[in-house]
């Protein structure tokens, strides 16, 4: 993803690459970086920092505590498409916000943004008599499942439904989860071959099934939504936003 944001940056006339955080040197491959841009490149965050206007992180779970913490010791607008984040990377995430502007989704494309939508709308028209189900396939590397669209896809749908998420969730890693009520939100996951990323929503009743469904190309897409979050979020006041208050401002 890191590659790929670069490679984004040159179809942006108003964003340059600043800086790139490693986790040891000589691990960027020049040929990786725009041609005649000199940036810093360093495992040193807040050198990497100090030239930024706006941080981008695609790196993993096990790198936010230290990402958020840098960005508000720097002062720096972050935005964050990690996935798999737990409880306490959440509860870091909020408590920054306080602090400096903080752009987080665990999908950065506007397609998801608008099926989050969709599919509450949908729930509310469709009503009880038709059942849940959230499929989501990825690449065999993905290490987090249900993937976080997947599992915010399952949260807005519970919300909608004035559901506890917690309550409704049924997940098995070995594909066996059952339905246990008629309310409940069944998730199956798939992992196979290079898939960027297919989301699906399935409505079903006795008599009929509704499908909203989402794929995507290439990972490209989730880095020209971080670019798209990081030009919105340069200049906003400290906060916690999400896809859905940059589609709600355009």
């Given at each position: 993803?890191?590659?790929?944001?670069?490679?984004?940056?040159?179809?942006?006339?108003?964003?340059?690459?600043?800086?790139?955080?490693?986790?040891?040197?000589?691990?960027?491959?020049?040929?990786?970086?725009?041609?005649?841009?000199?940036?810093?490149?360093?495992?040193?965050?807040?050198?990497?920092?100090?030239?930024?206007?706006?941080?981008?992180?695609?790196?993993?779970?096990?790198?936010?505590?230290q990402v958020l913490d840098a960005a508000m010791k720097a002062g720096k607008p972050l935005v964050?498409?990690?996935?798999?984040?737990?409880?306490?990377?959440?509860?870091?995430?909020?408590?920054?916000?306080?602090?400096?502007?903080?752009?987080?989704?665990?999908?950065?494309?506007?397609?998801?943004?608008?099926?989050?939508?969709?599919?509450?709308?949908?729930?509310?028209?469709?009503?009880?008599?038709?059942?849940?189900?959230?499929?989501?396939?990825?690449?065999?590397?993905?290490?987090?499942?249900?993937?976080?669209?997947?599992?915010?896809?399952?949260?807005?749908?519970?919300?909608?439904?004035?559901?506890?998420?917690?309550?409704?969730?049924?997940?098995?890693?070995?594909?066996?989860?059952?339905?246990?009520?008629?309310?409940?939100?069944?998730?199956?996951?798939?992992?196979?071959?290079?898939?960027?990323?297919?989301?699906?929503?399935?409505?079903?009743?006795?008599?009929?099934?509704?499908?909203?469904?989402?794929?995507?190309?290439?990972?490209?897409?989730?880095?020209?939504?971080?670019?798209?979050?990081?030009?919105?979020?340069?200049?906003?006041?400290?906060?916690?936003?999400?896809?859905?208050?940059?589609?709600?401002?355009?």
């Amino acid at each position: 993803m890191g590659r790929e944001v670069i490679r984004a940056m040159m179809t942006f006339d108003d964003v340059e690459l600043g800086g790139v955080w490693i986790r040891r040197e000589g691990q960027v491959d020049s040929n990786a970086l725009p041609p005649g841009t000199a940036v810093t490149v360093s495992e040193d965050l807040g050198e990497v920092l100090k030239a930024a206007d706006v941080a981008v992180d695609f790196s993993l779970p096990g790198a936010t505590l230290q990402v958020l913490d840098a960005a508000m010791k720097a002062g720096k607008p972050l935005v964050c498409g990690v996935t798999g984040l737990g409880d306490a990377e959440i509860r870091r995430m909020q408590r920054v916000s306080g602090a400096i502007p903080l752009f987080y989704d665990s999908n950065m494309s506007l397609g998801i943004a608008v099926l989050k939508d969709l599919l509450a709308r949908a729930a509310s028209r469709l009503g009880p008599a038709f059942v849940a189900e959230i499929h989501e396939t990825h690449h065999v590397h993905k290490k987090d499942a249900p993937s976080g669209t997947a599992m915010a896809l399952g949260e807005a749908l519970a919300q909608s439904r004035q559901q506890s998420f917690a309550d409704v969730f049924r997940y098995e890693p070995n594909g066996d989860a059952r339905r246990q009520a008629p309310e409940d939100i069944v998730f199956s996951v798939t992992r196979r071959g290079d898939v960027a990323g297919e989301h699906s929503v399935v409505f079903r009743s006795d008599v009929e099934c509704l499908e909203l469904t989402h794929k995507v190309s290439g990972r490209r897409v989730f880095a020209h939504g971080a670019l798209e979050a990081a030009r919105w979020l340069a200049g906003r006041e400290p906060g916690l936003y999400c896809m859905h208050d940059l589609m709600n401002d355009s």
